[in-house]
C-alpha cells in the first residue's frame, strides 16, 4: 500500500515510522489513522523494533483533527474514537516493542498515541496534554485508560480536568516519558535503544512484552502464574538454549528468534 501521510524506513531489524501530515502538524484524522493501522498489520516478520515519531522538530502529534471532528453526531463521534482507539490497540499489543519518540507536540490523540507505546522518549522541546474538555469532548483514543496506569490516578485526573499542557521535564518527573533529549539526539537515542532491544532474544522479549500488557488485568496470584507459564515456554526455544550456553561459554550470542 502506498502511504499518503506516512514516511516508513528499516534499519536492520528495526522499523521507523513517522507520521508526517505537516500542515495539520500531524493531526490524527480518519485515512491518517487506517494508514497506521494498515502499516501495523503488515509489518515483516523480521522486525524486532518499532519506532514511531512525527515529522519535523516543532510536532509528534498535535492531536486528533478538529476539522473532521467538528460536526460528528454522537454516534460518529463514538465511530471515530473507536477506529483511533483500535489502531491504538494495535500498537500497544504488537508482539514487538514499541519506541514513540516524541518530537514537539504530543496533545490530545498525539498524548494517547504515544501511551500505546512501550517506551517513551522525548526531545526537550516536547509538550504533553491532553485538552479536550477545553474542546466539550474527553480524551477519545484510549487516553482516560492509559493516562490513569502511566501516572496513577489522581495525576491523570489533573492533566485531563484541567487541560493543562505540561513540558518535557514535567512529563519525566511523573513518569510520562522514560528520558529527555536535545532535539538531534532523540532519533540516535531511539535507534540505539531499539538495537539493544533487537540484540536480545526476541522470543523472550515477546513474552517480557505479554506478561507486562496482561498483568494490568490480572489478580497478583494470577500474574504470577501467567509469568511462569511463559517463563517455562522460553524453555522450549532454541533462543534459550544458544543463549545460556554462550554465556557459560563466555560467549556471545546472536539470538535467531526461534
Known sequence: MEYNFLKTATEGNIAILTISAPKSLNALNSTI??????????????????????????????????????????QEGEAFGKRGAEVFRKIETLRIPVIAAINGFALGGGCELAMACDIRICSNNARFGQPEVGLGIIPGFSGTLRLAKLIGMGMAKQLIYT?????????????????????????????????????????????????INAEYDLSDDEAIAYENRLFGMCFATEDQKNGMKAFLSKEKCTFEGR
Do not use: W
Open 163 to 211: 487541560g493543562k499542557n505540561i513540558k518535557a521535564d514535567e512529563a519525566l518527573r511523573i513518569g510520562l516519558v522514560n528520558a529527555v533529549y536535545e532535539p538531534a539526539d532523540l532519533m540516535p537515542q531511539a535507534i540505539a535503544m531499539a538495537e539493544s532491544i533487537c540484540a536480545n532474544a526476541p522470543v523472550a522479549v515477546a513474552y517480557a512484552k505479554e506478561c
Open 33 to 74: 489513522l487506517g494508514e497506521i493501522g494498515h502499516y501495523v498489520d503488515n509489518l515483516p516478520a523480521s522486525i524486532r523494533c518499532l519506532i514511531i515519531t512525527g515529522d519535523g522538530e516543532k510536532s509528534f502529534v498535535a492531536g486528533a483533527d478538529i476539522s473532521e471532528m467538528a460536526g460528528l453526531n454522537a
